[in-house]
């Protein structure tokens, strides 16, 4: 069977789809997450501005299916299209959905911790630790792993590397279990541009090294978007024993 979709360039075919067969025991060689997009109700209105209209049965049947597969879900972040329509109202309701869900198949599950509900800008430091917390709470109320996001008002607001360390150290403090970090860069969010503090990408990656290490024992690992392998596996020799780096594939 082949499937078309009729495009402004052209006809796209589609291949057939190949069925996966579902793994007999755990996957115990690495620790991986599915990041699972978001499937939009196609009669919602989904325009700019209006709220997220979210088909939650196939957005759920999807998790399941990854759950199925032996994979933990990395959800509720920017590739659920997260900070891209995914508004916070709808992220709390897919991150208790899916916790939900997690527990009832025993699943492994991990979910964003941002601050997009803030109003306006011009947020304080302390606004901006209290965001954290709110969704920290939300997120671990259903069950799920912390992922700390990049936040825009910390972007924003942060004055140097000292600003990062302090916001960063207080959430990692209020978390009931290890965190993972989520260093997402300006080639996927332009208002992350400078993030850490730093005048460049070496000194960023001193920022975090230095949060990572003062904060060894609470955090699981650091995922990081910069399209950068080598940086990737620098960092990764860098981090202290137990923490892990989560690198991205297709």
């Not at 209105?45 to 597969?69: C, E, I, K, M, Y």
């Not at 904060?215 to 981090?239: F, H, M, Q, T, Y």
């Amino acid at each position: 069977m082949t499937l078309e979709l009729r495009l402004p360039g052209g006809v796209h075919r589609l291949r057939t789809p190949i069925a996966l067969d579902a793994p007999d025991r755990p996957i115990t060689s690495r620790r991986v997450y599915a990041a699972a997009h978001v499937v939009a109700d196609p009669l919602g209105q989904n325009s700019p501005g209006a709220p997220a209209a979210v088909d939650w049965d196939a957005t759920l049947a999807f998790r399941r299916h990854l759950w199925s597969l032996g994979l933990g879900v990395a959800d509720a972040m920017d590739t659920a299209q997260r900070g891209m329509g995914l508004d916070w109202p709808a992220t709390r309701e897919l991150i208790t959905r899916s916790g939900t869900e997690a527990r009832a198949v025993g699943g492994l599950l991990a979910c964003g911790v941002g601050t997009d509900h803030l109003a306006g800008a011009d947020h304080t430091l302390r606004d901006i630790i209290g965001a954290y917390r709110a969704q920290l709470a939300v997120v671990e109320e259903s069950g799920a792993q912390p992922v700390l996001m990049a936040s825009r008002a910390l972007s924003a607001a942060a004055k140097g590397p000292d600003d990062y360390l302090h916001v960063y150290g207080e959430v990692i403090d209020s978390a009931a279990q290890p965190v993972i970090l989520h260093w997402l860069g300006d080639m996927f969010d332009p208002a992350l541009a400078g993030y850490w503090g730093g005048a460049s990408l070496d000194d960023a990656t001193d920022t975090v090294l230095d949060l990572i290490r003062e904060n060894a024992p609470r955090v699981d690992g650091i995922k990081v978007s910069l399209l950068d392998a080598g940086r990737e596996i620098e960092l990764r020799r860098a981090l202290p024993e137990g923490v892990r780096l989560y690198t991205g594939c297709r």
